[in-house]
């Protein structure tokens, strides 16, 4: 059994959802396929998820939110008149979002996860009434109706265990293709709650696990992951495999095409991940795998967005529980950090930036009282880049080579870590040498 899911790219136009069914429709093996909102359909074009966003930014600032309303059922509606559906969805649509905005209104939290939500959701009924009228036995189910339940974090959700167990029991019940929105389970009480940006591709892993699935197929609009982002290296290096933790620490910072926990789901099942084309289905693509033979440096990637804490303290490195009190500061504010470089007398907590917003005045003060630092400074707009390899526990000068080359470009290195796996090495550096950074990485390590 194949688990496909198509992400916005692949299911942005009435064209490209004939091509995904194409792909879905020749193969026996394809048969639970998750989709997510139609994406761009070209640079200057708005993702459904967007314009779904907007609608809230406008409930919420108390205006009229009628253009905003109208945006999204146009987009649908011009899907299914070019694929000729033979009733209108747009009194559905239009009944649904006034419904969430009417009943949501005072739960901002939830209104914005609900919105967000119907891109997918819609979709995923769109594709299968078209594919039923193609003659081609398809059910849409909900996520409600699989059992995907999550945590009640909206926005940030994290999938509760007991789901795996019946997903499988009801989708081994059926035997149609069956078409699943992304992005999106429900919580215990009922609740729309979503997975962060980027999230059917969680949707995907999650329900490749719950069906033991054979293999786990991405479908996007490249042909795989490349060692750098295609936006700042031009026909950048192919990858033919990774493994998940490559895969991992690549995503986490900056390689978009593949969501940063979707691997989570699948580490101790081995199910292989492969991130192929729609518009090419039979190029090879990426594999994303448990273990292979090391090969060095695989990628470079890099993620802006990031907030730097530095604490000064003489003699930290002998006040035990120092480090304990400043994480239950952090775990009192509900705040996840991603590194936390130190020396013997100073350490750094290295932070996503909008998690910071409204808190950065009370982070800072409680430190100050609760930890007496003797310095305390806060440096915005750092980016993160990464070089990541599972062959860099056993290579040596990587350190050495990628220093040189970010030296040649006059980069300023803020951080340098690398964690106890070795499979990568993290700098910290001023967000707009980002795109310079990558570019001296790249040729060093791939030219
Ligand atoms: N290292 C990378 N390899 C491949 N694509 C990448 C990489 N980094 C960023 N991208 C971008 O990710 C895009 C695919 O992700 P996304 O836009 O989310 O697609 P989808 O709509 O299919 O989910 C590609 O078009 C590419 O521009
Ligand atoms: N549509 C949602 C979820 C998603 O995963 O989209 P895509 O597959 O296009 O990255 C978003 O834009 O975040």
């Known amino acids: 059994m194949k688990i496909c899911k198509f992400g916005g790219s692949s299911v942005s136009s009435a064209e490209q959802i004939k091509k995904i069914l194409n792909i879905v429709n020749q193969d026996l093996d394809r048969n639970i396929i998750i989709v997510s909102a139609p994406g761009k359909r070209n640079d200057k074009d708005t993702k459904v998820t967007d314009l779904l966003i907007q609608i809230y930014q406008a409930v919420m600032a108390g205006r009229d939110y009628s253009s905003q309303l109208e945006a999204v059922i146009e987009r649908f509606e011009e899907i299914a008149e070019e694929l000729n559906l033979r009733y209108s969805i747009k009194h559905q649509i239009r009944a649904e979002l006034t419904h969430i905005i009417a009943s949501l209104r005072d739960r901002p ?117 490349y060692s750098a982002s295609p936006m700042i290296i031009r026909q950048p290096k192919k990858i033919d495999e990774l493994t998940y933790d490559e895969m991992r620490e690549l995503s986490y910072a900056g390689f978009k095409v593949f969501h940063d926990e979707a691997v989570a789901p699948l580490i101790h099942t081995g199910i292989p991940v492969v991130i192929k084309n729609t518009n090419d289905p039979a190029a090879p693509g990426t594999r994303i795998v448990s273990a292979h033979a090391s090969t060095g440096v695989v990628g470079v990637s890099c993620d802006t967005g990031f907030t730097s804490i530095n604490m000064k303290k003489y003699l930290m490195n002998r006040e035990i529980g120092f480090t304990r009190k400043l994480l239950t500061i952090l775990e009192e504010m509900q705040l996840s950090y991603d590194h936390m470089p130190s020396g013997i007398d100073n350490i750094s907590i290295v932070l996503r930036s909008h998690q910071l917003t409204g808190k950065l005045t009370a982070l800072i003060s409680r430190i100050q009282q609760e930890l007496s630092v003797d310095e305390i400074d806060v440096e915005e707009d750092l980016a993160i880049l990464m070089i990541v390899g599972e062959g860099m526990k056993t290579a040596v000068g990587t350190a050495n080579k990628a220093t040189a080359a970010l030296s040649r470009q006059q980069v300023n290195l803020k951080m340098i870590n690398q964690g106890s796996s070795e499979i990568s090495m993290m700098f910290g550096l001023d967000a707009n040498q980002a795109e310079t950074a990558v570019k001296a990485v790249y040729e060093a390590f791939f030219h």
């Open 109 to 225: 939290l939830y209104l914005l996860d609900a919105l967000k939500s119907c891109g997918e959701n819609f979709n995923a009924q769109l594709i299968a009434q078209f594919n039923v009228e193609q003659g081609v036995p398809t059910r849409y189910l909900s996520p409600l109706d699989i059992g995907l339940m999550v945590t009640d974090q909206p926005g940030n959700a994290m999938i509760l265990p007991d789901s795996y167990e019946t997903i499988r029991e009801r989708l081994s019940s059926y035997h149609e293709k069956i078409i699943v929105p992304g992005f999106f389970g429900y919580s215990e009480a009922k609740e729309i709650i979503t997975f962060s940006r980027g999230g059917s591709d969680l949707t995907g892993a999650i329900i490749s696990r719950a069906m033991n699935a054979e293999l786990y197929e991405n479908f996007t609009d490249v042909s795989g992951i």
